[in-house]
């Protein structure tokens, strides 16, 4: 793991402030996106937003390049193209809570607070199946409100975590995933990467932030929106990392 300097302290530190008010930090409409409405069967899930040092693969995005997200990336996880749901979307690892997770209504106490025990376990454990992470080397430091996802009827729980000592990534079933890869912060940040996907449903179109970033270093780029990109926009915004960007830039959604 790279050393740890003094932009990333200062990260650290502004994530786990977003933490700590996190049950507050509902991920309000801004704009139309969520399609349909959550059924009385929802199921509860959680993913993993997890931050770490920047790993060999930097950014090319200079103009912020001394911003307090500089030195960061994101995990994030493509999803198969066969699966019945999401199917090819980029993600946070994550999945639906398993009996093992433990019941709801247990806490934890966490740097942030007190948490929901069984959505922390849950991310890690979905987090170390599908990107064979090591969960030790996480520290949780808290959770944002829970988000409705009415497409797939699950309510999830977003997990933030800091990589205090990281391990090796990739895909572990190629049945679920098809990339595992962390994603430069100012790759994110990146104007030129912005714009929003539309989705169009009769007479209703539906709209999220969207981002184009890379994945390897031969320059292969993948689309993140939907959920994830909705969720991305907002903790930028949060933190103040984000910077102005087209928001007259609409392109259909790669389904």
């Not at 700590?20 to 399609?35: A, K």
């Not at 937003?49 to 500089?70: C, N, T």
Request: negative net charge.
């Amino acid at each position: 793991m790279k050393p740890t300097s003094p932009g990333t302290v200062h990260a650290r530190e502004q994530l786990l402030k977003l933490a700590q008010e996190g049950h507050t930090v509902y991920m309000e409409d801004r704009e139309p996106w969520r399609i349909g409405e959550l059924a009385e069967d929802y199921r509860q899930s959680a993913v993993l937003i997890l931050f770490g040092a920047l790993d060999q693969v930097p950014s090319e995005y200079e103009e912020h390049g001394e911003g307090p997200g500089r030195d960061l990336d994101v995990l994030l996880v493509q999803r198969s193209a066969n699966l019945r749901s999401h199917p090819g979307q980029v993600a946070f690892p994550g999945g639906r809570l398993d009996p093992p997770d433990g019941e709801l209504g247990e806490l934890m106490t966490v740097p942030g607070g007190e948490v929901s025990a069984p959505h922390v376990r849950g991310a890690l454990r979905e987090a170390h199946e599908e990107t064979g992470l090591d969960p030790d080397g996480v520290e949780v430091l808290g959770t944002l409100h829970p988000v409705p996802l009415p497409i797939s009827n699950h309510m999830v729980t977003p997990v933030i975590g800091w990589w205090q000592s990281q391990s090796e990534v990739d895909v572990v079933d190629h049945a679920e995933s098809s990339l595992v890869f962390r994603v430069p912060v100012l790759d994110l940040i990146n104007p030129a990467h912005r714009y929003y996907a539309t989705v169009t449903r009769g007479n209703q179109t539906y709209k999220s932030p969207a981002f184009d970033v890379r994945v390897n270093e031969t320059g292969e780029t993948v689309t993140v929106w939907g959920f994830t990109g909705i969720v991305i926009d907002r903790i930028l915004e949060w933190l103040d990392w984000s910077v102005e960007w087209d928001h007259n830039d609409k392109r259909p959604a790669p389904l």
